[in-house]
């Protein structure tokens, strides 16, 4: 069970979170809580690091920055004490949590499960572990950078077996939509790992993309609920036929997208190869990439990127320009756009939703400047002042108010065995 | 090199006793830098730790309270890092320091030098501990108790064979007497350990007395001196010859004192055991004890205490009166007291200091109700009210305020031996 900064934010959340925790226990299961520092902290340990100056040895900012996990931890421990459930705090370097040495963004490499199950078998019901952090082969202390807490938790499940994980965050769950942007938006009672890394990506920050792909690896279920309500929130977890069902899922948006169009290329071999190596090499991150139809030989080229690399993008392509190894006529760029994506397994197996996207779009009077596709997902890029226009109507379209247990045959089966996730 | 709370209460003293460690390296020094979390911290954690509740587990309590040392360090490494000085943090458990396992107030056991001295074979200048801390053979973290700063400074000190060990604090040194009453009173360039014992547990909050018994013990040289200016402070160190010139060194006092009187007992064999048996299985703190002259078989006796001790201790007596272990005709109390002390090794071999001390005061007009004596030392209990006007007196009569290199012959030697040292 992961509680996050805002989750233990004072201690009458770390009370309401070690509550849940006693549920579990009283429930008859051993529970392992990650915690992330009490909202605030680690922004103030950043803080007490930058007021030392601009440059620093980064595990010495680790050093400092994973005490607010710490402080957290042995609260929660001592609360639950308090409530009579045997329960102790661990730090990284006690369970061990091993991980790479690169510092602020290390990687798990191994959890040592041995001490936790010893105590486990002693009579301990709790293991409350400060997220964040490990240890390196260097006996320093390392921190996994920013949602590395989502990520210990899906370690941790994995490497214990865990039947599931569970992430209390001040959001209620995954949504077909962004309900600032749809009223009518609905709440996913389930959800696959595929789909949810599309909506990850795509800014939907409930869980972080590393995470879901852990979880998705080793097969963990994970349910992202709120800590300040009793919504059973969403199950983020392996694909199953009621899914394919609908068609999608949801609709996911970014505001952070430009476009950038390289006029007139010649149209051989090598000419992408030489732009986006280019653009790889100046760190750009290229997103959705389209080639228009070629016409004597020569053709425009577009793609997309954060608006922050637009200035980079088309410093990296005036110098091979410059350099003679392209030669265009011009290049644009368009800060004014946004993305749009529908993403739902059920595209797979269901044919026209492509065709059901444009028509909605169309039918607004949104012109769609380009169109890029996955397996699982179908992305567009429109002018910015038709974003919330064209999520609406994409909703309404294929209809994610309405329940999809409603729109096909219900598995009595798995709608039970969602209810025990519960 | 240890640094108390205020002295790294802020960046701003952070980075001052970050200059001082520097200095120490541009001399040509490696340097371990023992430190204290920052003034409040610890604290601040402490009152999280209680608004969990009334009963917790020692070890989550340690695992809280120790962050605040943490922090501290990792950012005077960063700050002297800044400073171009390679410098790393070491908590408890990295060095390793290793405790008993009385979580809040546990005991060195030992300290492991290899990881340390291997880093600073390999070019390492400064190594930032964290005080107050260790790890027990548990794994756990525990806290060595208030004032264990020090104490980790001096085991530090007394492990890796440093030439010198410096507390640096917010008092100057040790003064003949609390400047605060005597206006005239001097800093102590030298004091010898023993002498410090005394001082200390007569209410001195130089130095905490543990460390000072650690001093004493592996022939530690600790100066103690101010992080707010350039004084040299105080060295304790071992006695030498010109210490024993002066016949005393200071004059200690101490509010906190009661004196109780049990009238009338049987004087016989038994009963001072019966009486001071009793007082220590309820934990009353005896301090000095008289018996006065017997008559008719019967005496009385005197001892003194501190004054939240005095209802425990009349209790106690009253519990063994009742039960016919003794027999006395009543009990009488006064928290109207004070303690004056005056300590020095001189006294060992100059005669006459207890009757100059008694004629100082008769003098003054006061009246010595109970009188205690050690090797070093020469305790009286006189009226509260006396306090201040009983230390000036005494500092006059023995002229503290006069540097005693002027009262006999100054050995040239131990002197520049003193200035080296600072």
């Not at 849940?20 to 902290?41: H, P, T, Y």
Request: charged share 25%.
């Amino acid at each position: 069970m992961k509680f996050g900064g805002t989750s233990v934010g004072d201690m009458d959340r770390l009370t309401r979170a070690a509550r849940r925790v006693r549920l579990q226990v009283d429930e008859g299961r051993k529970v392992i809580a990650i915690v992330s520092a009490m909202a605030g902290e680690t922004n103030r340990l950043i803080e007490c690091v930058q007021s030392c100056g601009t440059m620093f040895d980064a595990r010495e900012y680790d050093a400092v920055v994973a005490n607010g996990e710490n402080v957290t931890a042995g609260l929660l421990a001592i609360t639950l004490q308090q409530m009579n459930v045997p329960a102790r705090s661990w730090q990284g370097w006690q369970v061990p949590v091993r991980t790479s040495a690169a510092h602020g963004a290390a990687r798990i490499v191994d959890i040592g499960v041995d001490n936790v199950l010893a105590r486990f078998a002693e009579g301990m019901k709790v293991a409350v572990v400060a997220g964040f952090q490990g240890v390196t082969n260097d006996n320093r202390i390392a921190t996994l950078g920013r949602g590395g807490s989502d990520l210990t938790a899906v370690a941790f499940a994995a490497r214990f077996g865990s039947r599931l994980c569970s992430i209390h965050t001040d959001v209620d769950g995954v949504y077909t939509a962004d309900p600032r942007i749809v009223p009518k938006a609905r709440k996913l009672d389930r959800i696959s790992y595929e789909e949810m890394l599309e909506m990850a990506s795509l800014g939907a920050k409930v869980l972080q993309s590393r995470s879901v792909e852990l979880a998705m690896q080793y097969k963990v279920p994970v349910r992202v609920l709120s800590s300040f309500s009793d919504s059973s929130g969403t199950l983020v977890c392996d694909e199953d036929p009621n899914m394919e069902l609908r068609p999608i899922s949801g609709i996911a948006h970014s505001r952070d997208e430009a476009k950038v169009t390289i006029v007139s290329v010649a149209d051989r071999p090598g000419i992408a190869a030489t732009v986006f190596g280019a653009l790889a090499d100046s760190s750009v991150n290229v997103d959705m990439i389209v080639q228009n139809i070629s016409e004597k030989g020569r053709t425009d080229i577009t793609f997309s990127c954060p608006v922050e690399d637009v200035e980079t993008a088309r410093q990296a392509l005036a110098n091979i320009h410059g350099r003679g190894l392209i030669n265009y006529q011009g290049l644009l760029h368009d800060r004014d756009v946004c993305k749009i994506s529908v993403v739902g397994i059920g595209m797979r197996s269901q044919s026209g939703v492509a065709a059901q996207m444009f028509s909605a779009l169309a039918q607004e009077g949104i012109n769609i400047q380009v169109i890029s596709t996955s397996e699982i997902k179908i992305s567009v890029l429109v002018g910015r002042r038709y974003l919330e226009l064209a999520v609406q109507a994409l909703h309404d379209k294929f209809q994610l108010d309405r329940d999809n247990r409603a729109l096909g045959e219900v598995d009595r089966a798995q709608c039970v065995q969602a209810q025990e996730e519960i």
